[in-house]
């Protein structure tokens, strides 16, 4: 079974970071995205990395969080970081780890004012 589980999320204040991690199993992954989903609102691309040519993987950020948001690989093979830094309290949702056809159940971030 593919599975992906994500984990990090919390509270934290305006300004805090938080470095979300996200495992994949049962299968080789050579990719992964991280996307977010605020209540009412449509998900949202995030990041991407892949290194199915780089080892260190090619990363793909929007503008939206280019700058504050930074996506790496995992110590593990099939893993990877998402390190958010500078947090808005727009920033409140609840993430998710993506790849090919599998998503993860989602870690709750909340940034207070």
């Known amino acids: 079974q593919v599975q992906l589980v994500e984990s990090g999320g919390g509270e934290v204040q305006a300004g805090g970071s938080l470095r979300l991690a996200c495992v994949g199993s049962?299968?080789?992954?050579?990719?992964m995205e991280w996307y977010r989903q605020a209540p009412g609102k449509e998900r949202e691309f995030v990041a991407s990395?892949?290194?199915?040519?780089?080892?260190?993987?090619?990363?793909r950020v929007p503008n939206s969080v280019r700058g504050r948001f930074t996506i790496s690989r995992g110590n593990a093979e099939a893993s990877t970081w998402l390190q958010m830094d500078d947090l808005r309290p727009d920033d409140t949702a609840v993430y998710y780890c993506?790849?090919?056809?599998?998503w993860g159940r989602g870690t709750q971030v909340t940034v207070s004012s």
């Open positions: 993506h790849s090919g056809t599998t």
């Open positions: 049962g299968r080789t992954f050579t990719e």
């Open positions: 990395i892949n290194w199915s040519s780089w080892k260190d993987g090619i990363v």
